[in-house]
């Protein structure tokens, strides 16, 4: 029985809303209902904020991983130390369980951020450089706008012009829209049988040559699947939705002048921006109890409706209405194995897995560049290979590791654990070299551009993650990280959990900016470190 001495009672005892769980879906929630006026308790049996979109040190991250308890999301989990010397560093590390995950300057979760006024708990820094693997081992910069496309030196000068043809093409295709054109041959709208074409036949169409759409579709767009494999790709990307990307990539490029590029990261980790919602909920009055597990859920004797939870320390709190993250487990007794809390409302649905790795180096990739985004379109290095696999390199000027090593983070989308490990292996092999005790380090970050020097492998961690659905039952069940780059879709889909739960209420109302308490950055900053 657990010691309820050790749990303090909590008051009041009625709330309109119960979250479990500090991740970020739970946390723009409770932010939300919090500043609609909502009275909110957020619970989390976990001693640090943040779930599954925590960062952690090395140790923390370790326990969270392997700890049976979490299984029902992770497995296959693959922890592997070639030098003992990293361990010793433990808490100088701030390792996110989610990675890689970038913000581009203008997607949902900035203007969220800046909407809801949470953005003054948490700063970023700009991703240095972008890099897309050609097939050959060599990695092409990413140019992110006309001036970049002129000053690149791995594309050939028909090439550039090819490149800013199509960029030219698009922004009048979205000037067009926006003026309320019609698409036809005559205009520069794109017409509507283009629109609803698959991307990759708009670009072959366009006569761009295989450098240029692999650019284009994976390191612009982001693409997951090989969109060169026909009626096989599980996922095919039409041209109305690649130029929605287009154009979120390009809108971010000089957002904020801070910002050298389209994207940035928080710094100390992505774990920062759950906790920015938690701040900003707390100041609307929201009540944050940490390390407290809930051992059951109450449910009405007559209707059978959820109506509240019982805590470990045997205290029953009710509410109107529950939030939790799908891994939440019921933990009654010592004695009693762990009851998923999911099984009981038959609320969980798995949509599929994504592969992530977490690799600590000495030396960068790149001379001179703390962090960068690399991705490996399909079939870029091993022949089989049907999904994108994405590199996010950060370095000590982020707080997420200490002077000198570098962090590097990976990920592909997934069918099973096997393809999964794959992905994951065949980037480790062309990323890194493997220390071995007794040996020269040759991770130094002394390069020379004619000198290719891998960074050497220090630690990792691979693992298969289950991507869980957002789901409206009993209870609001939140979505867990998906296999994106960025937050797009899930703080879509984090609006709309909160709009079912409150249709009247707006999700962060524009007023919330006017109340002489808060403190809303101008955009020219937004908390952006140069």
Known sequence: MADT?????????????????????????????????KTVLHLDPNPHYGSHYSSLTLHDLTSFLTNTDRHVIYSDVEICSHDESVLEHS??????????????????????????????????????????????????????????????????????????RFFKLVQGHLEGVRSGESGGDDGKVISEADLDSPFVAFLDKM???????????????MVDYDQEAGESCKEVLKTRDGIDRLALYHASVGRFPNALGALIYPIYGQGELPQAFCRRAAVKGCLYVLRMPVISVLLDKDSGNYKGVKLVSGQEITSNKLVMDPSFTIASSPSESLQ????????????????????????????????????????????????????????????VCPSGMFVFYISAVCDDAVEGKKALHAAVDSLFSVHASGTTDNGSTDQTESTVVKPTLLWSALYIQDLIEGL????????????????????????????????????????????PSDKLEDDSEAGIES
Not at 12 to 28: A, C, H, K, R, Y
């Open 91 to 164: 808490r100088k590390f701030n390792l996110d369980l989610s990675g890689p995950r970038v913000l581009f300057c203008a997607d949902l979760a900035v203007d969220v951020l800046l909407k809801s006024i949470a953005n003054q708990y948490v700063e970023f820094k700009n991703i240095d450089a972008s890099y897309v693997c050609d097939g050959s081992g060599n990695l092409m910069n990413v140019p992110d706008s006309k001036s970049a496309v002129f000053k690149d030196r791995t594309l050939k000068y028909n090439e550039k012009n090819q490149l800013n």
């Open 472 to 515: 409206i039952g009993p209870v609001v069940m939140t979505p867990t990280p998906d296999g994106n780059l960025n937050y797009n879709d899930l703080v879509d889909e984090t609006s709309k959990l909160f709009k079912n739960l409150y249709p009247d209420d707006e999700f962060f109302p524009e007023t919330c900016n006017t109340d």
């Open 207 to 221: 006569k761009l040559p295989p450098k240029i759409k692999s650019i284009i579709l994976y390191a612009i767009a």
């Open 5 to 37: 001495e050790s749990y303090p009672p909590i008051d009041p005892t009625n709330f309109d809303l119960i979250v479990i769980g500090t991740g970020l879906p739970e946390s723009i929630i409770a932010a939300a209902a919090s500043t609609a006026g």
């Open 340 to 399: 998923d809390v999911t099984k009981v409302f038959d609320a969980r649905r798995v949509s599929g897995k994504v592969a992530r790795g977490i690799c600590i180096t000495k030396g960068s990739l790149k001379p001179d560049t703390s962090s960068c985004l690399v991705i490996y379109p399909p079939r870029s290095l091993y022949p089989n290979q049907v999904t994108s696999i994405r590199v996010l390199q950060l370095g000590s000027n982020l707080a």
